[in-house]
């Protein structure tokens, strides 16, 4: 098992609004099997990086790699198919589907029953809809006793925040990942979610395999799981390394973190 | 999770009418209810910080105080006046004022227009440049802007206005609502820094954080609120240091 | 659990019985591939052949229409009528389409019964209208008469408005965007009928003063008078909405409701009131139409919101919804479109009665803008953000 | 468990099949009840049977007219005729309903909707109603067209039109049994304007406007053939929309043409527009219009510009000139209705139903007991058979294909000289009376 | 009630009065003066004026959400308050009245074409003016009194006694169907319903109303026995309706009597059931696209006119013509059978096809555009450049009576089993696309487009599928259609057809199969069965429309994913907190409390 092949490359990527660069050339590279936190202060094109590589947006420069194949210009669900998964900042649920609901949207890209298969329900669909269900369950089960049994059929809307948080990761991994971006996995919970989820993070590299690229601001999270920090400003990288060697640089510090949180 | 009460009111302000007062607060949407007998005073001059995980009701406090939702029980009351039952504008009007989560400014107008707006209700025109001047001493940063659309201002520059525009409204009190959710430490930092210059003005401030250690570090006083229910009322120093404080929002297992 | 967890952790056309590894993930990204129909952007390609489809339309229809032998061809007076009629009708469609911009930009709500206000006002004054016209006091004085009537269809159209807001709309206001739709399309039925109920089905003859008859000359080119004034009270009132919205109090407090109604209210603006003041200017502009409306083709009928309504909204779709110059540029694009458009594409083709299809013309308009520019010709005609 | 359920499918299917199968059986068997009479026509034998009108029952008339939606004054007016005739059935318009045979008659109104499927619904309705004599109806060509004729002349109910005047209601073919009307046939009067076109104006080129409904379509296509036929040329058809309001475009695009003569036989709301309109365009081009324009709305509401357009109808100066009309049955109209006759063919409805009463008179057979048969095919007959009938649109004689307007004379007027309320009421400009047999 | 200060009762009054003064003036009072229900006393203008006050009264005494808690208005209160308002009611209708007739009828009448002498008659009892408008507030106030105590009186009451009132009013209503079915059945009318009067006889009504509470009481038994059953043990074997036997022999008796109703209710009704399957097919292919993808599309008549105009073209229908009937320019001669499966693919070929372009809009200019494609077709079909193919005005006629074996389906008693058989098709159809992870990609889709597109859902694919499948749903309705009439013209495509069609999908509930077929039922059926309205109907459609959205715009029989949404966007806050809260509470417990009910389940206050 090689664990130095590149899983997730990004080369020069650039991409504007309005004249204002989000990203500027930015170049990443993610390894197998690898946590990489990218930290930065607001604007400074995370949240773009995320859009980018999960095609919601077109870059205007610069390239994706997953795998060394070029992703540029697929469709969001095409790179889905492809292997990446994502959450979102602020959680997007589908907040009146059931929980277990939820989590069969994501094996949605690993079924392929048709609109025929579907009025006639032949046994192959049956057997595939099994399927979904039973790999559905297995991600809601990721998480411990919080997202299964009777909960499964309630509906998304009723959950508590940091449960909402677990649910949008579980669908993530129903699509069966090999990358998995996590756009910000804490916020808004309190210290002992933080904690579980910092875990539970880890936990996805080591018993999955996943390669796991995550935006976070709490930085008691990002030195708990990070295998490598990369830290943004305006677009463009300005320090990469191991935690202790990011958070102490300089520019880091002056753009991001700020004296006191050093301290 | 069990404290008493009584160490609620603080020893020095005892004697002195609070600006903003619950008494006996009780909130329902629908059949639910929300906030349960909330008590909480704030006095002139200081800053009260209120502190909760989510959904214990922190929001819901500030939208009843501004009069979104009514109360189904107590009332709310401003220099001794109630105003529970009142419009959101009369609210406004009679010096309640508050800067929103995520700062919401009015992105397609100018920055002026902004704060302007902060005194839309005002009609002594002299007194509102006044205000406009002081604002921007205040902000020296936002007075290169005005002209701009606010939109395309920065983070912090847009956490400069968005206080401006509430301060524009000379308000009795001033709410914050989260001013930290969602920012980079530094920007934390700013935006804490700009607070004290608000409360070096002489405001009294009511401010809801989750950000605990950073709230009450600035704080006078504090409340926690769960599930609707105040649990704890004190000096900051003291919830700094209690105990159940520590673990269950300051972080420190 | 790690075996629980395990179970998903394989490849999509993996059967049941395969060996199921963590490492097995990694792989996979490459069994997975796309076929190369996959990588065609299908939406875009439909798109340009739609589009070149529908310009060489154009191009084609126009080209032979001109190219026609003399005896089938319109003379160039034929064609400045068509264009001065463009644009008088245009401008009647303006006034319509903000109110339908102003209330979209405020509500993000297409007020599908707008063209009812239109209708209710010009309907109302018609009975101030003809009373006059009976007694004689619209010709002896038809300045006056005129602006009671426009007075009266104001009032008629300001207070259904208001109405409809207080009624239909506020009720749903934080229901999601559908449902207020769907309320309004309700409205303008219910709205149409009723004014069917009260003043019966048949059409109604809506006098004119004579003054209004008949031509005006203008750089040597006759205008009719009608055609002249409802452009002059188009472009006057639009300049008046301008300056309203940008430049007064009750116009900032408009625009702070439109971009974020929570934080206005937090400024101490009235929302309701706002709104309400919304839906009543859009009302008074409907009102001051419908009576130029009427007095141009000097007849109501209960009907006669719907057609107009629809052109108008599209006039304020393809200026850029929520902009008052846009609506104006809009309206004045579809008037011309709807009365040059059809005689200057179709008639090359050997269409028979090519008019009869402009309706369809205002349609394919409105589908082209909103797929090649959604945000407008004035719009930003960006897409949303996620 | 499963065979046990499929077996009770099976059964279950059966039994449908065979409902479905005994309602084919039993479907035609006419159960028109024999009262039996003492006449020549003996009810149970006789085909499509005898409506039977109990001792103190009403005679039971259904309508079929438009009474909703656009096109509403349309049905309304004929159905105001239709009331009319009823009260007028004891001689005098008092506002009580007279009798017919000692019976009162009730009228059962259903709403055509001016659309196939109202005409359908509608139809259905009354065809399945056993004490509906006859209905009178459609007010629409189209609800009439293939559906409600067809429908009711299969279970021999006479449908008697005061407006239809599609030409193809009674084009052989297409014609059923069970179908008459007083209107005119389109083609009759599409001749005489085509005639008084070419002949009185001096015409030598023409244009047409349309709207999107039969009545107009089938006028300006016998204009069109007979315009043609005499040597003139028509310079452009169009196509409008009723609803629309501005036609301007389209009069300018017909202008380019320069037609002498320009017919647009649509109703009140467009032909006032465009009566006004092109004037303006095209004040040099005589307008002719016909009777879905010949209205005192028209006059009203195109006011000034009216004069001098020549409309055709049915020559009622015929009924001009009797003082039944101007003096009494108006006013009557008035009083019942609170307005002028809103439409045209109130006149047609009066006379469609007096020709219908006749003939009820004429066949139905009164039993001892006070109890009417009406046997459907006689009345069928009877209506056919009427000739010379004296009526308020002129002489009425019913031909073998239904129409029952056929020496139509249909004059021309120029306004204000319209015969209706508002109008100066002078004779026409022009007449002529042709029959069926002389048109195209 | 201690925040209900007696100025609003007046209010609530004075807005009945309005609602009175309106129905008034757009003639639902005078002109149905002489519509009887029962006997000549009970007349629909009288019913229409003592509803108003009635309803306000009950209204009023609905209960109220206190401090979290229903509170029921006690009962004397309700009486006051229902008689305040009525009196209002009346005073505010009578006050109008008196008005008019003061400043002249005549000339209210030459604006308000329906007021007239007749009308001030009516409400003023015949009685001078004001003395008659004294006792209309007298009555207003009995009847509100008695709406407000109704509303309060005890349930085992208020159900009998409603039922029967709506029994009779119902049979009333139905006085040109009932008898006519009657009459076919061969039955004896002549006790039920008057020949003279139109309506119920007395007596007649008397039995009814007797029936429906008897009905009513029986129900009430049975229900209350179901409940005890279901209490006693949730085991299979408590069932009360015994085991499968039963079951089957229910199922049986059902289908039995589906397939026999035509032959009962006779062909108008059936008819009418008829029009109700060409609209339900509509309403189940609209239901596909809004209801399950969330695609507002206002123009579904496009697919109605061309499922109804290719299979005319396809059966070797033909055009009308000036003199009689022509050959249309393209036309071919296929059986039903034949043509059908070409009908469904074009159409879903065409919703491919206008699906493609507009698919990216949000959903209002979706609505617009598809608004739109709606009026083009009806402006092709009517222009002069279409009429060589489709007829243009004058239609087309001799369409398939669709014979199976020479089992024509024309009549309307055969059409209702074809109609059946699609019907019961596109049920099928639907129930099992929406079960499927085809089903699930729609739900996704329609909640959140842009994640569903990023959870892996192509969002272009399954919006045009979306469009297809309703497309060819919708245009089987439209051939059925033209199988139905036999004959086409432009007048049945106009755009009222989409706002039907969406209405009773609305109406039903939105993704609710049962739901299509109730508002089919409800919107189409009943305007069928009540023509004498018809002249109301697109009013009364107008306003429900409206009052759904407001009241229930989770429709009669909801979809549970759809009220959600619905419910919980309209009270986010709501949803958010009880739901939050309570899950907050439980997390703390360690999740062993027994699942929270979720939002939905109570009434709106």
């Not at chain 4, 024999?34 to 001792?55: L, Y």
């Not at chain 5, 008695?146 to 349930?155: D, I, K, M």
Request: glycine share 12%; net charge negative.
């Amino acid at each position: 098992m090689s664990e130095d092949r590149i899983a997730l490359e990004v080369v020069g990527l650039t991409k504007t609004f309005g004249g204002l660069a989000a990203l500027n050339g930015l170049d990443l590279r993610v390894r197998e099997r690898e946590i990489v936190s990218v930290i930065g202060p607001n604007g400074a094109g995370k949240s773009t990086l995320f859009n980018v590589i999960t095609g919601l947006y077109e870059p205007d420069e610069g390239d994706v790699r997953l795998a060394g194949r070029s992703i540029v210009g697929l469709k969001p669900h095409q790179i889905v198919r492809l292997g990446i998964a994502r959450t979102f900042q602020s959680v997007k649920l589908f907040p009146n589907m059931t929980i277990l609901e939820n989590a069969m949207v994501g094996q949605h890209c690993r079924s392929r029953a048709g609109v025929l298969g579907a009025i006639v329900r032949t046994p192959a669909v049956r057997r595939e809809e099994a399927r979904i269900r039973e790999r559905a369950r297995a991600a809601l089960a990721f998480f411990g006793p919080r997202l299964v049994g009777y909960r499964e059929e309630q509906p998304a809307f009723v959950l508590s925040y940091a449960n909402r948080r677990r649910l949008e990761m579980a669908r993530a991994l129903a699509t069966e990942p090999s990358v998995l971006l996590l756009d910000e996995p804490t916020a808004g919970m309190n210290p002992r979610e933080t904690l579980e989820m910092r875990d539970n993070i880890v936990r996805m590299r080591d018993e999955l395999g996943l390669t796991v690229l995550v935006i976070e601001h709490d930085m008691r999270v990002v030195k708990g799981v990070s295998d490598r920090v990369v830290a943004c400003d305006y677009g463009r990288k300005i320090a990469e390394g191991s935690y202790e060697e990011v958070a102490h640089d300089e520019q880091v510090i002056e753009a991001y973190l700020g004296r006191r949180a050093v301290g | 999770m069990s404290v008493p009460l009584d160490a609620a009111a603080p020893a020095a302000t005892a004697d002195r009418r609070p600006v903003l007062e619950l008494r006996g607060v009780s909130t329902h949407y629908g059949l639910v209810s929300v906030l349960r007998d909330v008590d909480m005073e704030i006095f002139p001059g200081e800053m009260v910080c209120l502190l909760g995980g989510n959904a214990s009701g922190k929001t819901t406090t500030l939208r009843t105080i501004l009069g979104y939702v009514q109360p189904s029980e107590g009332q709310v009351l401003l220099d001794g006046e109630v105003i529970s039952g009142l419009p959101t504008v009369e609210i406004v009007r009679r010096g309640v004022s508050m800067v929103p989560e995520n700062r919401r400014l009015f992105g397609s107008m100018t920055v002026r227009e902004n704060l302007l707006l902060g005194a839309y209700l005002r009609t002594d025109r002299a007194a509102v440049e006044a205000d406009l001047e002081r604002v921007l001493e205040t902000f020296p940063r936002v007075r290169e802007r005005l002209g701009q659309k606010a939109g395309t201002l920065s983070g912090g520059e847009q956490q400069m206005v968005a206080m401006g525009r509430a301060l524009m409204a000379d308000p009795k009190v001033l709410l914050m609502d989260e001013p930290s959710m969602g920012l980079a430490p530094v920007l934390v930092e700013q935006v804490f820094e700009i607070i004290r210059s608000i409360r070096a003005l002489g405001r009294t401030i009511f401010i809801v954080e989750q950000n605990a250690n950073m709230a009450l570090s600035i704080a006078d006083r504090g409340y926690v609120i769960q599930t609707g229910q105040v649990v704890l009322a004190d000096t900051a120093e003291n919830l700094l240091r209690n105990p159940l404080m520590r673990e269950a929002y300051l972080g420190e297992l | 659990m790690l075996g629980a967890v395990g179970g998903f952790a394989h490849g999509p056309h993996a059967e049941e019985g395969e060996p199921r590894s963590a490492a097995v993930t990694t792989t996979r990204v490459l069994a997975v591939r796309l076929r190369w129909y996959e990588r065609v952007p299908w939406r875009r390609v439909v798109l340009v052949v739609l589009g070149v489809a529908i310009v060489a339309v154009v191009v084609v229809g126009t080209m032979k229409t001109l190219g026609l032998p003399e005896a089938q061809r319109y003379t160039g007076q034929n064609w400045i009528n068509f264009v001065a009629r463009g644009i008088s009708q245009g401008a009647i469609l303006a006034m319509i389409a903000i109110g339908y911009s102003l209330v979209y930009g405020i509500l993000k709500m297409i007020n599908f019964a707008h063209g009812e206000v239109f209708m209710a006002g010009a309907f109302s004054s018609l009975f101030f209208a003809d009373a006059y016209a009976r007694s004689g006091f619209l010709d002896r004085h038809p300045v006056a008469a005129t602006l009671i009537c426009v007075a009266v269809a104001v009032a008629a159209s300001v207070l259904t408005a208001i109405l409809l807001e207080r009624l239909a709309y506020r009720p749903l206001r934080s229901a999601p965007r559908l449902v207020p739709l769907i309320a309004a399309v309700g409205a303008s039925l219910f709205l149409q009928n009723a004014f069917r109920g009260f003043f019966g089905p048949q059409p109604r003859g809506y006098p004119r003063p004579q003054v209004l008859g008949g031509q005006l000359s203008i750089l040597g080119v006759p205008f009719q008078r009608m055609q002249v004034l409802v452009f002059v009270v188009a472009a006057l009132s639009i300049v008046a909405l301008t300056f309203l919205v940008t430049r007064t109090k009750t116009g900032r407090s408009m625009r702070a409701v439109a971009e974020d109604r929570e934080i206005a209210s937090l400024m101490g603006i009235d929302v309701d009131r706002t709104i309400v003041v919304t839906f009543a200017i859009g009302g008074v502009f409907a009102g001051i139409a419908g009576v130029l409306y009427a007095m141009t083709f000097e007849q109501v009928q209960f009907t006669m919101g719907f057609r107009p309504g629809i052109a108008a909204f599209t006039a304020a779709v393809l200026g850029g919804i929520g902009s008052i110059s846009g609506a104006a540029l809009g309206g004045l694009l579809i008037g011309l479109l709807l009365n040059v458009g059809p005689a200057l594409f179709l008639t090359g083709f050997g269409i028979p009665s090519p008019f009869s299809l402009r309706d369809a013309f205002v349609f394919l308009v409105l589908v082209l803008v909103l797929v090649f520019r959604p945000g407008g010709l004035l719009g930003t005609g960006e897409p949303e953000k996620v | 468990m499963l065979e046990g359920r499929s077996v009770v499918r099976a059964l279950a299917l059966l039994a449908v099949l065979s409902l479905v199968a005994a309602s084919c059986a039993g479907g035609d068997g006419g159960d028109a009840g024999g009262g039996g009479g003492d006449g020549a026509i003996d009810c149970a034998t006789v085909e499509f049977g005898c409506v039977e009108v109990g001792p103190d029952d009403p005679i039971n008339i259904g309508t079929l007219l438009v009474i909703s939606g656009a096109d509403a004054t349309l049905g309304q007016d004929s159905q105001n005729g239709v009331r009319l005739a009823v009260d007028y059935l004891d001689g005098a318009f008092d506002g009580q309903d007279g009798t017919l045979l000692d019976h009162p008659v009730k009228l059962t109104n259903e709403d055509d909707l001016c659309s196939a499927e109202g005409g359908q619904a509608g139809a259905t309705a009354l065809a399945a109603d056993p004490t509906i004599v006859a209905v009178i109806g459609t007010s629409c060509s189209s609800a009439a067209l293939g559906v409600a004729d067809t429908i009711l002349s299969e279970k021999g109910i006479l449908l008697f039109s005061p407006s239809n005047t599609n030409p193809a209601l009674t084009a052989e073919g297409t014609h059923q049994p069970f179908y008459a009307r007083t209107a005119h046939n389109d083609r009759i009067q599409g001749a005489i304007v085509a005639e008084f076109a070419l002949n009185e104006l001096g015409g030598k080129s023409a244009a047409t406007i349309a709207d999107e409904s039969p009545y107009t379509q089938g006028l300006t296509a016998a204009f069109e053939v007979n315009f043609e036929a005499g040597g003139g040329t028509i310079t452009g058809s169009e196509q409008i929309n009723s609803e629309d309001t501005d036609f301007t475009s389209v009069l300018e695009s017909l202008k380019a043409g320069d037609p002498d003569v320009l017919y647009f036989p649509v109703f009140v709301a467009a032909c006032s527009l465009i009566i006004k309109q092109a004037r303006d365009i095209m004040p040099d081009v005589e307008l002719v219009t016909s009777d879905g324009c010949l209205s005192s709305d028209t006059l009203k509401n195109a006011g000034d510009a009216v004069n001098g357009v020549f409309a055709s109808s049915p020559d009622i100066s015929v009924f001009q000139g009797d003082p039944f009309y101007a003096d009494e049955f108006v006013p009557a109209y008035k009083e019942a209705f609170g307005t002028a006759p809103i439409s045209v063919f109130h006149a047609h409805a009066f006379d469609a139903a007096n020709v219908l009463f006749d003939a009820i008179e004429q066949v139905a057979i009164r039993n001892d007991d006070g109890s009417l048969s009406i046997p459907r095919q006689a009345l069928r007959d009877a209506v056919f058979a009427t000739e010379g009938y004296d009526g308020v649109t002129g002489t009425i004689t019913c031909t073998e294909l239904g129409d029952c307007a056929t020496d139509v004379t249909i004059g021309i007027f120029e306004a204000p000289g319209w015969p209706v309320e508002g109008g100066t009421d002078e004779p026409a400009v022009y007449s002529d009376t042709k029959s069926l047999d002389e048109v195209l | 009630m201690t925040g209900q200060p007696m100025s609003s009762w007046i209010r609530a009054g004075l807005a009945a009065a309005a609602t009175s003064i309106f129905l008034a003036a757009v003639g639902l009072i005078e002109r149905f003066r002489d519509l009887n229900l029962v006997g000549e006393e009970v007349t629909f203008a009288g019913l229409v004026m003592a509803v108003v006050p009635f309803g306000v009264g009950y209204v009023l005494a609905r209960p109220r959400i206190e401090r979290g808690e229903r509170r029921e208005v006690p009962l004397p209160r309700a009486a006051l308050v229902g008689a305040v308002a009525g009196i209002a009611a009346g005073l505010g209708f009578g006050a109008a009245a008196v008005a008019v007739d003061a400043f002249g009828v005549d000339r209210v009448r030459a604006v308000f074409l329906n007021v007239t002498e007749g009308l001030i008659e009516l409400v003023t009892f015949g009685l001078p003016p004001v003395a008659g408008a004294g006792v209309l507030a007298v009555m207003s106030g009995a009847l509100g009194a008695l709406g407000g105590a109704y509303r309060r009186s005890p349930e085992r009451w208020r159900r009998p006694l409603g039922t029967a009132v709506v029994a009779v009013l119902v049979l009333g209503f139905l006085q040109r169907i009932v008898p006519i079915a009657l009459d076919q059945l061969n039955l004896e009318r002549d006790w039920l319903y008057s020949r003279r009067t139109g309506g119920l006889t007395w007596p007649g009504a008397a039995l009814a109303a007797v029936v429906a509470v008897l009905a009513s009481v029986v129900k009430a038994r049975l229900a209350e026995r179901w409940r005890d059953l279901a209490d006693r043990g949730g085991s299979e074997g408590a069932e009360p309706f015994g085991g499968l036997r039963l079951r089957t022999a229910l199922f049986v008796a059902g289908l039995i009597g589906v397939a026999a109703l035509p032959q009962v209710v006779g062909s108008v009704v059936s008819e009418v059931l008829g029009t109700v399957m060409v609209f339900a097919l509509l309403g189940l292919g609209l239901n596909i696209v809004v209801g399950y993808a969330g695609l507002l599309d206002l123009g579904y008549v496009f697919f109605f006119a061309t499922g109804a105009y290719t299979l005319a073209l396809l059966t070797g229908a033909t055009l009308n013509t000036f003199t009689g009937q022509a050959e249309p320019a393209l036309s071919a001669e296929l059986g039903f059978y034949l043509a059908i499966p070409i009908v469904i693919a074009l159409a879903a070929a065409t919703g491919l096809l206008i699906g493609a372009p507009v698919l990216r809009l949000r959903g209002d200019y979706l609505a617009l555009v598809t608004l739109g494609l709606g009026e083009m077709v009806t402006v092709l079909v009517k222009s002069p450049w279409l009429t060589p193919l489709v007829g243009g005005p004058n239609g087309m006629r001799n369409v398939t009576d669709a014979a199976l074996f020479g089992f024509g389906f024309r009549s309307p008693q055969h059409f209702y089993y074809l109609g059946l058989a699609f019907v019961l098709l596109a049920l099928v159809v639907s129930h099992r696309l929406a079960a499927s992870r085809i089903g699930r990609a729609w739900t996704a889709m329609r909640e959140d487009e842009q994640i569903a597109d990023a959870m892996g859902v192509n969002v272009v694919r399954y919006k045009l599928l979306a469009f297809a499948m309703g497309g060819a749903i919708g245009s089987l309705g439209g051939a059925l259609f033209a199988v139905k009439i036999g004959s086409l013209t432009p007048a049945s495509f106009e755009v009222i057809v989409s706002i039907q069609v969406l209405g009773l999908v609305i109406l039903g509930g939105l993704g609710s199969l049962p739901g299509v077929v109730v508002g089919a039922l409800v919107l189409v059926g009943l305007p069928g069965l009540l023509r004498e309205f018809e002249e109301y109907r697109f009013l009364a459609y107008g306003a429900a429309l409206v009052g759904i959205m407001a009241l229930r715009p989770q429709g009669l029989v909801p979809n549970v994913r759809r009220m959600r949404e619905l419910r919980e966007e309209e009270r986010a806050q709501d949803a958010w907190a009880r739901a939050s809260i309570a899950q907050e509470r439980e997390d703390e417990e360690e999740y062993e409390e027994p699942p929270v009910e979720p939002a939905g389940g109570e009434l709106r206050p």
